[in-house]
């Protein structure tokens, strides 16, 4: 079956320092997202990107958040200057077309910032 | 009043019980009601999800929907230590383009051997 796989699975950065976390999406997925989960909190949006372009964003997604598709397979997210409140779970979500069609998930990039 | 609520739990049971997992939510705009089950420290996985008032049944599991309370319900009959996880309900959210999901905070489930 397929799945959306993400690397690295857990990440520790210092505080300041550029992270990226990679997903590869299920092929033929059209819709692209990241979503966060701190600690015992619940999982939260953060962006969606369709047709090579961010469709919408969260409050959280602030300049410091970036995501690209580099070489059309990858779905890259990029935090620039990552701060102490950045430690989470990263998921990334493909889902196919069709308005309701299920998001599936990778596993996740636990990021630790020092 | 928040848009989503859900009981973060953690509920213990025993094994073969059967389980009630709720969620309450505030917008009424919402039409599909989604529930995932997620294992610590991985990803959310689809378990079942509903469109219309009512009961869906699958196997073990049954999602029940009642949009004239803002309220759905996943059943789980003969509970397993399998079963142990966080269950999440999660609402594709209508106005938006790619219909995000809003999630609620997870219930813990343990079921005991």
């Known amino acids: 079956e397929p799945e959306v796989t993400q690397t690295p699975s857990h990440q520790v950065t210092q505080m300041g320092q550029e992270v990226i976390l990679r997903c590869v999406p299920i092929s033929n997925h059209l819709y692209f997202y990241w979503y966060r989960q701190i600690l015992g909190q619940k999982v939260e949006f953060l962006v969606s990107f369709y047709n090579n372009e961010i469709s919408e964003k969260s409050e959280i997604f602030d300049d410091q958040f970036s995501v690209e598709r580099p070489d059309g397979s990858n779905f890259t997210l990029k935090i620039r200057s990552t701060k102490l409140e950045d430690s989470a779970m990263y998921f990334c979500?493909?889902?196919?077309?069709?308005?309701?069609?299920?998001?599936?998930f990778g596993p996740g990039t636990r990021l630790t910032v020092l | 009043q928040k848009e989503v609520e859900q009981d973060p739990g953690p509920l213990s049971v025993p094994e073969g019980a059967i389980v009630s997992l709720n969620c309450t939510y505030s917008?009424?705009?919402?039409?599909?009601f989604m529930w995932y089950r997620q294992y610590s420290r991985k990803g959310p996985e689809l378990l079942m999800y509903?469109?219309?008032?009512g009961n869906k049944e699958d196997g073990r599991f049954t999602a029940q929907v009642d949009k004239s309370s803002k309220y759905i319900s996943l059943f789980i009959r003969d509970s397993q230590p399998s079963d142990s996880a966080t269950y999440l309900c999660?609402?594709?959210?209508?106005?938006?383009?790619?219909?995000?999901?809003?999630f609620g905070t997870g219930t813990r489930l343990k079921v005991l051997a």
């Open positions: 979500a493909t889902r196919d077309r069709g308005l309701y069609n299920e998001q599936f």
């Open positions: 917008n009424s705009a919402f039409q599909y």
């Open positions: 509903t469109y219309s008032s």
């Open positions: 999660a609402f594709p959210y209508p106005y938006s383009g790619t219909y995000k999901y809003i």
